[in-house]
C-alpha cells in the first residue's frame, strides 16, 4: 500500500517496497520494540516516533546511520532494531554526558539495556556538538537530528552532517510539528523544505542528493531568515565553515556563512531583547504544560 507525500502515518518498510516514497504502514515492529526499554527510561517517544525510525532505519539497514541528539537512547535504540537484519552501523553525538531526566544513566543507556546484541555496533559520542561529525572519517546513509530545538540549531546540525553524508542519504528531524515556545528549529526548516521531503508522523525527511544544488541552498537561506530562538557559539560557526566545502561550491558556501553570522550578529546585537522575550514565552509555555498535565490527572 502505497501512500501520498503528505501522510502523517507511522511507517516500517516491507521486503517488496525498500524506498524512501514507497512504503507500508506496519506497527508491529514499533510494538514488538517498545517492551524491550528499560524501565527507568521514560523519555516521549511515541509508538509513531519509534515506527518512523525503525522503518527509516530499514530503508538503510546495511549503512552507516547517524544520529545528533541522543539523550536516554530511545531513538538510537529504535534505529538499531531497524538494522537488526542488516549490517548497519549508528554513531550518535550529545552535548550531554547524563540523561537530563535520570543523572544515574548516561546518554545512549537504553541500547545495551534494551539491545544488548546490537551494543557492538553502536557508538556514542557524549559531550561533544554536532561540529564533532566534521572529525569524522565516516560517510553516513541516514541522519537523525532530534538535538536542540531552538531555531537555528536543526539547520546547522543539518550543515554540518551534509558535510560527511553519501549522495541519496536520508535526513529525518523529530518534532517537525511541534510548536512549543522557543522549540520550532525543526518546526521552520519542515515547512520551508516541504517540497524537499515528506512528513512522517512527528518526522520530516528528505532524501540529500547533490544536484538538489541551488534549490537546497536557497531553502536553507530562507530558513535562517526566519526569527533566530538563539545565537550560535563562534566555535561552532568557524569549526562549520572550514568544513562547509565538502557539500557546498565555494561561492555557496560563502552565501551560507554570510547569513549564518548575520542572523547570529543581529540576534547578539539585540540579545536583552531576544531573552527577555524568550523568557516571558517560556514561562507561558511552562504554565501550558502545567495546565495540560492537569487535565490529564483529572
Request: hydrophobic fraction near 45%.
Amino acid at each position: 500500500m502505497s501512500v501520498s507525500q503528505s501522510s502523517n502515518l507511522p511507517y516500517s518498510v516491507s521486503d517488496s517496497a525498500k524506498t524512501f516514497d514507497t512504503v507500508e504502514m506496519d506497527l508491529d515492529a514499533a510494538r514488538a520494540f517498545l517492551p524491550l526499554k528499560p524501565g527507568w527510561c521514560h523519555g516521549d517517544q511515541t509508538l509513531e516516533d519509534a515506527a518512523t525510525l525503525i522503518a527509516l532505519a530499514q530503508l538503510k539497514k546495511d549503512g552507516n546511520i547517524l544520529e545528533i541528539g541522543t539523550s536516554a537512547g530511545e531513538g538510537a535504540a529504535a534505529l538499531l532494531y531497524g538494522c537488526r537484519e542488516g549490517s548497519g552501523t549508528l554513531t550518535g553525538i550529545d552535548l550531554a554526558e547524563q540523561v537530563y531526566y535520570d543523572k544515574s544513566h548516561k546518554v545512549g543507556d537504553v541500547v545495551p539495556e534494551a539491545l544488548p546484541e546490537m551494543q557492538a555496533r553502536y557508538t556514542i559520542f557524549s559531550g561533544v556538538a554536532s561540529e564533532h561529525v566534521l572529525t569524522m572519517d565516516m560517510k553516513f546513509d541516514l541522519v537523525h537530528i532530534d538535538a536542540a530545538h531552538s531555531h537555528p540549531w536543526a539547520t546547522f546540525d543539518m550543515l554540518s552532517a551534509m558535510t560527511q553524508v553519501n549522495d541519496g542519504a536520508i535526513f529525518a528531524f523529530h518534532d517537525a510539528n511541534y510548536t512549543a515556545a522557543l522549540s520550532q528549529a525543526a518546526y521552520y526548516l519542515s515547512r520551508i523544505m516541504s517540497g524537499q521531503g515528506r512528513f512522517i508522523g512527528n518526522h520530516f525527511a528528505f532524501v540529500y542528493k547533490k544536484e538538489m544544488g541551488a534549490e537546497l541552498v536557497e531553502a536553507i537561506l530562507d530558513i535562517l531568515d526566519l526569527p533566530w530562538q538563539t545565537s550560535l557559539p563562534p566555535e561552532n560557526l568557524v569549526a562549520l565553515h572550514a568544513a562547509l566545502s565538502r557539500a557546498f561550491p565555494d561561492v555557496e558556501v560563502m552565501r551560507i556563512m554570510s547569513k549564518l553570522l548575520e542572523k547570529n550578529a543581529e540576534y547578539l546585537a539585540n540579545a536583552h531583547i531576544h531573552e527577555a522575550l524568550n523568557k516571558g514565552l517560556w514561562q507561558r509555555e511552562l504554565e501550558r504544560r502545567r495546565l495540560l498535565a492537569e487535565r490529564k490527572d483529572s
